[in-house]
Structures are given as C-alpha cells and as structure tokens.
C-alpha cells in the first residue's frame, strides 16, 4: 500500500460536486467554488490570544456546487459519509435552530445575513477532500467554499482583494463561533482565504493582518509532510473552550487584554500564583516568540534552526499547554527518528495531525517510519499527505 494520500485536482472536485448537485436536485448547478484546508506550520492555540501564527493553505479542498432560487428556501447536501440532505427556510439557519453539519455548511448563510448581505435561497451540494476532525480545518474549508459561493450569488465580490477576504474570514468565523458553537480562533478562516500559493501566511491574529511569507521548500529540497494520526479530536471541545478560559482569567490576572502584551514572561508568570496557570501562559508567550523566529529561519534558508523551533513547539504543547496525546507524540517521535529536520503536533490537539518537514530525500523513510511506529503500538495506521503550500478558495465556475 502507498505511503502517501493524495488530494483530488480541480477538476476531480467539480466532477464529484456536480454529479453530487445533480444527483441530488435533478438540475446543473450555477457556479463551483472551492476553499482548502490549512495546516499550521507553528504559533499553535495564539490565535484567540491575540498572538501569531503561521498557516499553510493544502492542497485539499472543498468543493461547492450552488444554484440560486427564486424562494427563500435552503437546501444542503454534502457527499459526507452516505450522504445527507436538509432543506428548510432560510431563517431555519441560525444559531439554536441548527447542529451537526448543517450548522457549519449553512452557517455562513446566517453570518452573512447579520453582516447586512441579501442572502438569496440557495441549494447547495458539498463534496471535500480535506479529512475530516483531522485538524487540518475541514470546518473552515466548508465555511468559506459557502461563503464566497453565497456573496457570488449575492452579487457581493468580496473576494477580490484581501480586505473584502479578510471581511468574509470574519463572517465565516461568527458562523463557525455562533452557529455550530465551537469557540475557535480567526487562523482556519484566513488562511482557507488569504492565503498564497509558495507562501506560509504570516497572521496577526491582534489586528487580522497579514504578511505572505516565501516558503519554498521545492528549490531548498524540502517537503512538509502531514500525519493524519486517525485520532478523533472531536471529543475535546471542552478541552479547547477550558484553554480558552484559563489565557483569558491569566490575561484578566495580568491587566492585559490579550497574552501577546506579555513581553517579560518571567515576570508574568511569577505574578501567577497557579501552577497549571502558569504553564498555559508559558507555552502562549514562548509559542508567541517561535512564529517570528521560524520565519526568520525561513528567510534566511535555516532550516534545521526552523526544524528546532518545531521541536520545541511541540514540546511545549505536550508538557505546559497539554493538548498532546499518544498518537501525536508517537508520530512526532518517529518522523525525527526516521531523520526529519522537525516535526511537531498541529491544529487543536488531542489526536488530528501533526507536520514534519523533511529533505525530500528522506519523505520516504519518514512516511514509513511514522507508520511502522504507530503499528509497533497498535495504533490506527496514520494517513500521510505531501503538504505543498497552496491557493486560497476561489470561483471555479463563475455563475
Ligand atoms: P476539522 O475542522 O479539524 O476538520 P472540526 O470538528 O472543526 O474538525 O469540523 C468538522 C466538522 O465540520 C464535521 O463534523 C462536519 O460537521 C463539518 N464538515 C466538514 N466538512 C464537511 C463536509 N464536506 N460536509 C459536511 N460537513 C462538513
Ligand atoms: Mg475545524
């Protein structure tokens, strides 16, 4: 069996979310749009602390076949396992009134009504290659594919520049915070659309800007690999909200509005009183202090440096922020054995994916070094994927 995981062409994604369209609602959709999955390089659970981070777009994408109609109705399949359908009013989709995954392929619907767009009613079909509960944002991908497939329909083409991009990642977030209710960060969103192909996106997550960084990891011989450990993250939502809560009770501690005026971490944390307390704030501020100097590493052509600050991330993540688990640690272990320069969990934690990045000449070995580890341990066998930084969502049928 092949160690590697491929993501499906354009082209095999408007095929797949057409015949989906099709199958579904007995008529040829208006335009196709696509928005991919991300992967964070480093600058892990910064976001909602008003910190850095430094997201890669996949290659993996989700597709979005829509048509406009002329009621105020809704209608939603997605090729998701057997396939589901859901059709209602357009005021059906709201926070409350919708979950599952409804709530994260409508969502935008409501979001973008609440930003003052005339949203039209819509069916919708949605076909993805991103994994799903990988940590590698499915959840986004669906969010914006929607999003910009809505505004299109709507005759509101925000997404010809990176403000009216970086205004619909908004959208796509309160969809995601208000609608389906999981309380995540702005990272997923803006780098499913802002991101560049070659690039790593460089987001302030205090202001929402951006800087496209060069990552190109072809001309230095590179690849950055993706582990999809096929550990489910989705029973850590509790985990991530109480994150959440103890870096905003340590910012209320400290007088700042978010953890990235933490400058002195050691004064910080010795005006902390609780240990547990204290290691979330020293995995936020360090992480914090990582993005910056890996994209130094990277501009300069670093690489084992960048590797090392992976490393540390990682470690940091695992003992002070404790969102590790078996499986990443595992993988984590066996890509350095097998000779990668770093590698390191990535996403929300507690099981989803982790990175490595990797000579090419060594892309081999590492795939199949994580996945001997994982069988030595009876683990599930990890799912690997080339992770070659990527294009934002886009139109690729225009209605
Ligand atoms: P991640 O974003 O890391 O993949 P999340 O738990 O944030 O994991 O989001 C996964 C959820 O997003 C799924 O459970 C589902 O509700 C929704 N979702 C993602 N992709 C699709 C899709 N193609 N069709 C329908 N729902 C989807
Ligand atoms: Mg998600």
């Not at 491929?6 to 989906?20: C, E, H, K, P």
């Not at 990642?169 to 995540?184: F, H, K, L, M, S």
């Not at 996945?371 to 139109?395: D, F, M, N």
Request: net charge negative; aromatic share 4%; hydrophobic share 45%.
């Amino acid at each position: 069996m092949s160690e590697w995981q491929q993501s499906w062409t354009d082209a095999a994604g408007i095929r797949s979310v057409r015949g989906l369209f099709r199958d579904a609602f007995g008529a040829e959709p208006h335009g196709v749009w696509a928005s991919p999955g991300r992967v964070n390089l480093i600058g892990e659970h910064t976001d909602y602390n008003g910190g850095l981070c430094l997201p890669v777009a996949l290659p993996h994408r989700t597709y979005v076949a829509m048509a406009r109609r002329t009621d105020r109705r809704a209608r939603l399949t997605t090729g998701l396992e057997d396939g589901r359908t859901w059709s209602g009013d357009l005021k059906e989709i709201a926070p409350g009134s919708v979950d599952d995954w409804v709530a994260y392929c409508g969502g935008p619907a409501w979001a973008l009504r609440q930003a003052g767009v005339d949203v039209p009613g819509f069916d919708v079909a949605i076909s993805s290659c991103v994994p799903l509960g990988a940590g590698l944002s499915s959840s986004a991908a669906v969010e914006c594919a929607v999003g910009l497939a809505l505004t299109h329909l709507a005759g509101c083409r925000r997404d010809r520049d990176d403000t009216g991009r970086a205004w619909l990642a908004d959208v796509c977030v309160r969809a995601e915070n208000e609608v389906a209710g999981a309380p995540t960060g702005g990272m997923d969103q803006a780098a499913s659309l802002r991101a560049q192909a070659g690039h790593a996106l460089l987001l302030d997550c205090l202001d929402g800007s951006v800087e496209q960084i060069p990552f190109g990891l072809e001309a230095a011989g590179l690849e950055l690999l993706v582990i999809d450990t096929q550990a489910s993250h989705s029973l850590a939502d509790g985990q991530y909200g109480a994150r959440r809560a103890s870096c905003d009770a340590a910012a209320r501690e400290l007088s700042v509005a978010t953890l990235r005026e933490v400058t002195d971490v050691d004064a910080a944390l010795a005006r902390l009183d609780d240990e547990v307390v204290r290691r979330r704030v020293r995995h936020v501020v360090t992480e914090i202090a990582r993005v910056t100097e890996f994209v130094a590493a990277a501009g300069i052509g670093d690489w084992t440096r960048a590797g090392q600050l992976m490393n540390a991330s990682h470690r940091s993540l695992r003992d002070d922020y404790e969102v590790s688990c078996v499986e990443l640690d595992v993988a984590v272990g066996a890509a350095l054995d097998a000779g990668a320069l770093g590698a390191r969990m990535t996403g929300g934690g507690f099981g989803g994916s982790a990175i490595a990045l990797v000579r090419s000449s060594s892309a081999d070995a590492v795939a199949r070094g994580v996945r001997q580890a994982a069988a030595a341990r009876g683990l599930a066998a990890p799912v690997v994927h080339r992770a070659t930084p990527s294009a934002a969502g886009e139109c690729l049928i225009e209605p």
